[in-house]
C-alpha cells in the first residue's frame, strides 16, 4: 500500500488488518495507536474475512465431495442400486432440499457480493490517487449482477468480479439443483430372510384316506378355472415361502414386482407309462360263464382282473378302466378289516384299459361275446425324487397366480421322504379320483381329465393314451404331496429378494453440471483468498449515511469540493470539475482517516441547475408492470396445466422418449421463477435503498432509522422481522416479496413429476350379461334353478376355495359376484392398463337368529344316538347322529324349512344345529340357529386389468357403504338348503370302506358346512363356534362364499337371449346398462404435483399483492436527485450540513462501529432531516427560507418541487440558538442548522419549488 502524506508532514502509514468485530473496541485508543508507535486497525467486513471465506471454501468442497459420493454410489452395480428412499415417501425432501441448500449459500454469498461492491472505490483509493469514476462515483451496487461482471472485468476490478462471478455460478447451481435427483424403477437384489412356511414330512401321510381334493384341484386348473397356488410348479412341488417382512397367509397373494429366491427341498413325482399287450385267459372265477379273463402284461408284469372289462361297459362309444395292482396281480387286502391293511413292498403298478363299448350292441355283456372285442392298456409306475435347488417366485403385476421357476440343471438328490413310497404316492393318487365319486362320468374319462385329446383318438393311439394318463396322475401326485405331504412347520433361511423399487438417482446431465460449476465457484474462492481477502480499507462500515458522514467530517477539504452539487445528477457531477479531479484514501499523523482530493484549489461553488428527481428502477413501468404480469401469468399457466394433468393422459407421455426431454421441466420453471426472483430483487433493491432517504425526506426521523440504517446488509429474513418492528411498511412489503421469491425455485423443483398409471381418459363400460337365478316357484322343476346340474368342476369351486387356498374366479371376490362388462369402445379392449369404476354385484346373506328355547329331544335307544330338535310350528326339524363315545365329540347338522308352511308363520328357510357331547355327567352343550336367506346388489369400487378384465389382486374391492338393494325375486326355494352343502364343499376324508379315521373322530358327526366354517379358509375354531354371535358371523361368511360361486358358475344369462320376466332375473329390462369407468394405461406421464401448485399459487399471489402494496407505500416523487449509492453521491448531500461539524461527530468517530457511536452518545437524542434552504434577503418566491441572522422559525410551504442548488442533511438540535424556515419539519420539534462557508458565514441559496 502506498505511503500517504497529510498537511502536516509526511506519515508513512502501514494498516493493521483487523479481522475481529470491532463493535465494543475503545475508539480512542484506536484513534491515539500511533502516539504509542502502533497503527490503528482498518475495518474488515464480515463477510469478507479468511475465516468466512474459508468456511464457503470448505463448504463449496464439502457439497462437491458429496455429489461425487452420491454419483458415484447411485452408479453402482451398473446403476442398479441407487439410493433407498422408501418410494416417493420423501418426495418433497430430495426435491426440495438441494435447492433449499444453494439458497441459503446464495443467500449469504450475495453479502460477499455487496461488500465487495461496496468496498472497490475504497480498495482503489487505499491503493493512491484514483480517477472519480472508479472511486467517488464508481456504484456496482445499483447494477444488475451481469452489468457488474461485464464493467468490474473491463475496469480491471477483480474483487467485485470474483464475488459477481461467485453470485452469478451459485444461481446457476440453484437452478441446475432442481434436477439433481429423479426416482426411477429398478431391480433390486439384496440377501434377504425368508420365512419358509412348511417342510416335508410323511409321517402322518395315510394313502387310502382321501376325500378327492387333488383330483377336483387338478380338475380346476386343467379347466383354467383356478389357478394353481404357490408350492406347484409342474413337474415340481416345493414349500411355500414368502418375506421374513410380510406375514400374509397362504392363500394370499405375493406383492407385485417381488422375487424371492430360495433354496429348498423339492419333490418331484413322475408317472411313467407304456403299451400293455392284453390277451385272454381263464378267469377261474366262480360266477363267470365264459370263464375267460382279460390278461395285461408290460415290462414283465401281468394282471388278470376278473369279470368282464368295465372299459367295455362304459359310455356309447368308447369307455376307459383303471385299477392299480402289483406288478404280479396282487391286489390290495381288505378282507372286511379298518383299516384295509395293504402290502406297500409290492411293486404297485396303474393299469388302464380303454375300448370301444359294447353298450350300443348287447344287452348281455356276459353272453355277447365280449372276449371277442378288442381292450387297449397302458401300464404306469409311479416314482418320485427328492433334490435341493434354488427356487424364485414373484407375481406379476395384475396377476394373482405365482409364478416359480426351477432349473431342472440345479437340482440335487437327496434322501427321499420317509414313510413315503412309490407305491403309496400312486395309490393315492388314484383314491383321490375314486374319492370323488360326484365326479364319476359315463366313459370312464376322469382317469385322463387333463387330456386335451378324445377318447377316440385315445383308443387310436397308445402314445397318446400314456401321455394323457402321465399328466393327469402326475398332477393329481403333485397336488397330493403339497396338501399332505407338506406340514406345516415355519423355519427362516437366508435367501435373495428381488423387487421393483424407485430408487433416487443422480441425473448425470445435472450432475456434470454442478461439478462444473462448483470447480469454477472452489476456484473463485481460492483466488480470492490468495489475491483478496481480507479486505480491510475503511475505518468502519460505511454503507449508512452515518458511516460515511463520520468519514466525511474528516475531510473538509474533499468536502468542499461537494459545494452546490446538491441537486446535480451523477452524470452532471461526472461532467463537472469533480469528475476530472483523482481521489485517494490515508491515515493521517493525527490517526483520522480522509478522503482527498489532487485539485487542491479552493471550489467557488458548482453552477446552478435544476433537478432530475431520480427514482428507482423499480417504480418505472418496465419494472412494475411485469411485476404484476409475470406472477398472475404463471399462476394461469399452472392452473391451466394442472387442469391437463388431472383431466387427461397427463401433460404428455414420456415413457420411450430421451432422458434429456426431463430436463425441460426440470429447468425451466426454475429459469422462470429465477427471472420472476430478479424483478422483486429490483423492487426490493429500490426500497432498501430508498427507506432512508424517505424518512429523512419526511423529517425528524431518529438516526438508527435513517443516517444509521443500512438496509444492503441486512438478510431478508432479518429484515422482514425488523421492517416491521419499524413500520416501514413498503420495505417490508418488498422484503417479504422477495423472500417468497427466493422460495419459488424451492418449491418448483418439486412442481413435475413423472408417474405411471396417471388418470388417462373416461371410459365407459358396458354390460354383457344379466342375473337370471331359475324360477323361484317352489314347485319348479329341477334345473331350472342356477345351483342346479351345474358341471361337476364348477359346482366344487367353493370347496377348492375353502380348503385349497386357491385363488377366487374371475368376476368374483370372497361374498361378491361381478357381472361381466367390457370397454365400450372396441378399439380400447386393446389397450393395455386398467380401470377403475364402480360395479353392482351379488351378495348373498344369511340374517340368522338364535332359537334361546329350542324342542330337542334324544333317542339313545340304539346307537347311533339321534338328537333332534323340532319346529312344530313351521313343520321343520334338524337332527343328528351323535357318537357318545369316551371322548369330546363336536356335532352338526341342517336342514331346510318345509315348502308347505303358512307364510304368516314367518318360519325360516333353514336351520342349523351344533353342539358339543362331553363324555361322563357333563350335559350336552348345543346352539339351534334359524336363518333366512336372501340377495342384495351392492354397489363396489373395483379395479380391473385390461384387456383381461380380471381384479387387480393390489386393489380389493370396496363395498360402498349404504348402497344395499334388494331387487331380485327370491322365495326359499330360491336358495339350496344347509342340508344340500355337500354338492360344493368336499366330504370328510374316509378310508375307501366309507369309515372315518381315527384321528378325526372328535367331528366325525360334524356336516360338511360345519367343516368348511372349521377347517377351511380362516377358519375358527369349534370351540369359539359354541358363541352364537361368531357362529352366525362365520356360517355368513362361508355362506357368502359358496353364493357367490353359485351366482358366477350357474347364474348369468346373455342379453341376447329371452328371459321369464316371472324368474328371479336382475335387471329386468332389455337396455344394457352401462358404467363410467376412469382408465389408466400404466405408462409414465408427466403430472403435475398438487402439493406444489397450490404453494406456487399462494407464493406468487402474495408477492403481487406485496409488490403492488411497495410501490403504492413508497413515496419516491421528489425526495433524491441522485442515485445514493456511490460516494460522491452522498458527500453532495451531506455537503454544507452540521451533521459534519464537530459537535456533532467527534474527532476519532470514523473508527467507531454503530454500537460505540450509540454508546457514545454520537446522534443520540437528536432527528434528522433532509430539505432545502434559502436567504428571505434574496427575494422572489421562497416557501422556506434562512438567513445568518437570529429569528424565529416561519414554516411557508411544503414537500415539492424545487429550482437552486443545494439540498442538504441538517440534524435538528434543541439547544441550537438560531431558528431558520425550512419544509416538512413541524415548528416545535425542531430548529434549523444551516449549512455554511469555510469562514463560518451563513451562505444564502434559493431553492423554488415547480407547480
Given at each position: 500500500m502506498p505511503n500517504q502524506d497529510t498537511q502536516k508532514g509526511p506519515f508513512t502509514y502501514s494498516p493493521v488488518i483487523n479481522e475481529d468485530d470491532d463493535s465494543s473496541r475503545d475508539a480512542t485508543k484506536n484513534v491515539y495507536k500511533q502516539e504509542r508507535g502502533g497503527s490503528p486497525r482498518l475495518w474488515t467486513?464480515?463477510?469478507?474475512?479468511?475465516?468466512?471465506?474459508?468456511?464457503?471454501?470448505?463448504?463449496?468442497?464439502?457439497?462437491?465431495?458429496?455429489?461425487?459420493?452420491?454419483?458415484?454410489?447411485?452408479?453402482?452395480?451398473?446403476?442398479?442400486?441407487?439410493?433407498?428412499?422408501?418410494?416417493?415417501?420423501?418426495?418433497?425432501?430430495?426435491?426440495?432440499?438441494?435447492?433449499?441448500?444453494?439458497?441459503?449459500?446464495?443467500?449469504?454469498?450475495?453479502?460477499?457480493?455487496?461488500?465487495?461492491?461496496?468496498?472497490?472505490?475504497?480498495?482503489?483509493m487505499l491503493r493512491g490517487p484514483t480517477p472519480a469514476s472508479e472511486s467517488i462515483f464508481l456504484d456496482y451496487l445499483s447494477n444488475w449482477n451481469v452489468v457488474s461482471l461485464y464493467k468490474s472485468l473491463r475496469r480491471g476490478h477483480y474483487l467485485v468480479a470474483l464475488c459477481v462471478t461467485g453470485s452469478l455460478l451459485l444461481n446457476g447451481l440453484t437452478v441446475f439443483s432442481t434436477g439433481l435427483f429423479e426416482l426411477d424403477t429398478v431391480r433390486v437384489t439384496q440377501v434377504a430372510d425368508l420365512t419358509v412356511t412348511h417342510k416335508f414330512d410323511g409321517a402322518q401321510f395315510d394313502p387310502v384316506v382321501n376325500d378327492g381334493k387333488a383330483y377336483t384341484a387338478c380338475l380346476g386348473y386343467t379347466k383354467n378355472v383356478i389357478d394353481p397356488p404357490i408350492g406347484l410348479h409342474d413337474p415340481y412341488v416345493y414349500p411355500p415361502f414368502r418375506s421374513a417382512k410380510h406375514t400374509a397367509a397362504d392363500n394370499d397373494t405375493m406383492i407385485a414386482n417381488a422375487e424371492y429366491e430360495a433354496e429348498l427341498e423339492i419333490f418331484t413325482p413322475t408317472i411313467q407309462c407304456q403299451e400293455a399287450t392284453t390277451t385272454i385267459a381263464p378267469s377261474h372265477a366262480r360266477f363267470d360263464p365264459q370263464d375267460n379273463s382279460e390278461v395285461y402284461e408290460a415290462d414283465g408284469c401281468r394282471v388278470a382282473p376278473t369279470g368282464i372289462p368295465l372299459a367295455l361297459m362304459r359310455g356309447d362309444k368308447f369307455g376307459m378302466d383303471a385299477d392299480v395292482a402289483g406288478c404280479q396281480g396282487q391286489t390290495l387286502s381288505n378282507d372286511g378289516k379298518h383299516p384295509p391293511e395293504v402290502d406297500w413292498n409290492v411293486d404297485w403298478r396303474l393299469w388302464v384299459s380303454i375300448a370301444q363299448t359294447m353298450s350300443q350292441h348287447s344287452n348281455n355283456y356276459s353272453t355277447d361275446g365280449w372276449e371277442t372285442h378288442e381292450v387297449r392298456g397302458v401300464m404306469c409306475k409311479m416314482h418320485y425324487n427328492m433334490s435341493r435347488a434354488p427356487v424364485r417366485i414373484w407375481r406379476e403385476p395384475g396377476q394373482s397366480a405365482i409364478l416359480s421357476s426351477i432349473n431342472a440343471s440345479d437340482l440335487t438328490a437327496i434322501e427321499p421322504i420317509a414313510n413315503v413310497s412309490d407305491g403309496k404316492l400312486l395309490y393315492a393318487a388314484h383314491q383321490s379320483i375314486g374319492a370323488a365319486i360326484d365326479y364319476s362320468s359315463d366313459t370312464g374319462s376322469e382317469y385322463v381329465f387333463a387330456a386335451g385329446d378324445s377318447l377316440e383318438k385315445l383308443w387310436n393311439s397308445s402314445a397318446a393314451l400314456a401321455a394323457a394318463v402321465e399328466k393327469s396322475y402326475s398332477c393329481i401326485a403333485r397336488q397330493l404331496a403339497k396338501d399332505s405331504l407338506l406340514v406345516q412347520e415355519p423355519h427362516s433361511v437366508q435367501g435373495t429378494e428381488r423387487t421393483t423399487d424407485q430408487r433416487l438417482f443422480v441425473r448425470e446431465l445435472s450432475f456434470s453440471l454442478m461439478v462444473a460449476l462448483l470447480g469454477l465457484l472452489i476456484i473463485v474462492v481460492c483466488l480470492l483468498l490468495v489475491f483478496f481477502i481480507p479486505v480491510a480499507v475503511c475505518p468502519r462500515d460505511t454503507g449508512c449515511i452515518g458511516g460515511l458522514a463520520t468519514v466525511f467530517a474528516q475531510s473538509p477539504d474533499f468536502m468542499s469540493k461537494f459545494r452546490g452539487s446538491a441537486l446535480m445528477t451523477t452524470t452532471q457531477m461526472a461532467g463537472s470539475p469533480l469528475g476530472q479531479a483523482q481521489y485517494t484514501s490515508s491515515v493521517t499523523n493525527t490517526g483520522s482517516y480522509t478522503i482527498m482530493s489532487d485539485n487542491s484549489s479552493p471550489n467557488a461553488g458548482l453552477a446552478e441547475t435544476t433537478p432530475h428527481w431520480w427514482r428507482p428502477l423499480s417504480t418505472s413501468w418496465s419494472i412494475w408492470i411485469p411485476l404484476v404480469a409475470a406472477p398472475l401469468t404463471v399462476i394461469i399457466a399452472l392452473e391451466v396445466v394442472y387442469h391437463i394433468s388431472t383431466s387427461s393422459r397427463g401433460i404428455t407421455l414420456v415413457e420411450g422418449k430421451s432422458s434429456y426431454i426431463h430436463y425441460i421441466w426440470v429447468y425451466i420453471p426454475a429459469l422462470i421463477m429465477f427471472a420472476i426472483r430478479c424483478l422483486f430483487q429490483t423492487v426490493e433493491f429500490g426500497a432498501r435503498v430508498f427507506q432512508p432517504y424517505l424518512l429523512l425526506r419526511r423529517g425528524a426521523a431518529a438516526a438508527d432509522k435513517t443516517i444509521l440504517e443500512n438496509q444492503l446488509r441486512k438478510v431478508a429474513i432479518y429484515g422482514v422481522f425488523d421492517s416491521l418492528r419499524k413500520r416501514q411498511w413498503a420495505l417490508a412489503a418488498a422484503t417479504i416479496a422477495l423472500l417468497l421469491a427466493a422460495i419459488t425455485p424451492i418449491v418448483v423443483s418439486g412442481l413435475y413429476m413423472v408417474q405411471a398409471s396417471a388418470p388417462t381418459s373416461p371410459r365407459n363400460l358396458t354390460r354383457i350379461d344379466r342375473w337370471n337365478l331359475g324360477d323361484p316357484n317352489p314347485g319348479s322343476a329341477a334345473g331350472s334353478k342356477y345351483y342346479d346340474e351345474l358341471q361337476p368342476v364348477d359346482a366344487k369351486i367353493p370347496g377348492m376355495i375353502m380348503y385349497l387356498n386357491l385363488s377366487y374366479p374371475q368376476w368374483t371376490y370372497k361374498d361378491l359376484a361381478f357381472p361381466q362388462v367390457r370397454l365400450a369402445d372396441a378399439d380400447g379392449a386393446q389397450e393395455q392398463g386398467y380401470i377403475e369404476a364402480r360395479l353392482p354385484a351379488l351378495r348373498g346373506r344369511l340374517d340368522c337368529a338364535e332359537v334361546k328355547s329350542p324342542n330337542c329331544s334324544y333317542q339313545d335307544d340304539y346307537a347311533p344316538y339321534i338328537?333332534?330338535?323340532?319346529?312344530?310350528?313351521?313343520?321343520?326339524?334338524?337332527?343328528?347322529?351323535?357318537?357318545?363315545?369316551?371322548?369330546?365329540e363336536y356335532f352338526s347338522a341342517g336342514s331346510v324349512g318345509s315348502s308347505n308352511y303358512d307364510p304368516g308363520k314367518n318360519c325360516p328357510d333353514n336351520r342349523l344345529l351344533f353342539g358339543k357331547w362331553f363324555p361322563g355327567e357333563t350335559p350336552m352343550q348345543k346352539l339351534v340357529v334359524s336363518c333366512d336367506a336372501r340377495i342384495e346388489e351392492v354397489d363396489v369400487d373395483v379395479r380391473l386389468q385390461v384387456p383381461s378384465f380380471t381384479l387387480d389382486p393390489d386393489f380389493e374391492p370396496r363395498v360402498i357403504e349404504g348402497s344395499a338393494k334388494e331387487d331380485i325375486r327370491t322365495n326359499r326355494s330360491s336358495f339350496p338348503g344347509f342340508d344340500s352343502m355337500k354338492e360344493f364343499l368336499f366330504t370328510p376324508e374316509t378310508y375307501p370302506d366309507g369309515q372315518f379315521p381315527e384321528t378325526n373322530n372328535q367331528l366325525i358327526d360334524v356336516d360338511v358346512l360345519m367343516r368348511a366354517a372349521i377347517y377351511g379358509v380362516d377358519g375358527v375354531p369349534a370351540e369359539e363356534l359354541l358363541n352364537a354371535d361368531k357362529l352366525i358371523s362365520r356360517v355368513n361368511e362361508v355362506w357368502g362364499i359358496i353364493m357367490a360361486q353359485l351366482y358366477n358358475s350357474g347364474g348369468r344369462q346373455p342379453f341376447d337371449q329371452p328371459f321369464n320376466h316371472s324368474w328371479s332375473v336382475l335387471p329386468l329390462d332389455d337396455a344394457v346398462p352401462t358404467y363410467s369407468a376412469v382408465f389408466y394405461d400404466g405408462r409414465k406421464y408427466l403430472v403435475q404435483s398438487e402439493v406444489s401448485t397450490r404453494i406456487l399459487d399462494g407464493l406468487l399471489a402474495t408477492m403481487v399483492v406485496c409488490g403492488v402494496v411497495s410501490i403504492a407505500l413508497l413515496q419516491t416523487k421528489e425526495v433524491l436527485p441522485k442515485n445514493p449509492c456511490s460516494i460522491g453521491a452522498v458527500a453532495s448531500l451531506l455537503h454544507g450540513s452540521r451533521l459534519l461539524g464537530p459537535d456533532v461527530i467527534p474527532k476519532g468517530a470514523e473508527w467507531c462501529s454503530d454500537y460505540e457511536l450509540k454508546r457514545r452518545g454520537i446522534f443520540q437524542g437528536q432527528k434528522f432531516t433532509m430539505g432545502w434552504w434559502t436567504d428571505r434577503k434574496i427575494g422572489g418566491y421562497n416557501p422556506v427560507s434562512y438567513t445568518s441572522n437570529e429569528g424565529d422559525l416561519h414554516p411557508s410551504g411544503g414537500m415539492g418541487s424545487a429550482s437552486g442548488d443545494d439540498i442538504s442533511v441538517s440534524d435538528i438540535d434543541r439547544d441550537d440558538s438560531r431558528v431558520n424556515e425550512r419544509t416538512g419539519i413541524p415548528l416545535e420539534v425542531q430548529s434549523s442548522l444551516v449549512p455554511s462557508d469555510e469562514e463560518g458565514n451563513s451562505k444564502a441559496h434559493e431553492i423554488r419549488y415547480r407547480h
Open positions: 467486513p464480515f463477510f469478507l474475512r479468511r475465516p468466512v471465506m474459508l468456511s464457503f471454501l470448505l463448504l463449496f468442497v464439502a457439497i462437491l465431495c458429496s455429489l461425487v459420493a452420491l454419483y458415484t454410489y447411485t452408479q453402482r452395480e451398473h446403476r442398479s442400486l441407487g439410493i433407498e428412499t422408501d418410494g416417493s415417501r420423501y418426495y418433497y425432501l430430495w426435491t426440495y432440499g438441494p435447492t433449499a441448500v444453494f439458497m441459503l449459500l446464495t443467500a449469504g454469498w450475495t453479502q460477499v457480493e455487496y461488500r465487495a461492491s461496496q468496498s472497490m472505490p475504497w480498495v482503489l338328537l333332534t330338535c323340532d319346529d312344530v310350528e313351521c313343520s321343520g326339524s334338524v337332527f343328528t347322529s351323535v357318537g357318545r363315545t369316551n371322548a369330546v
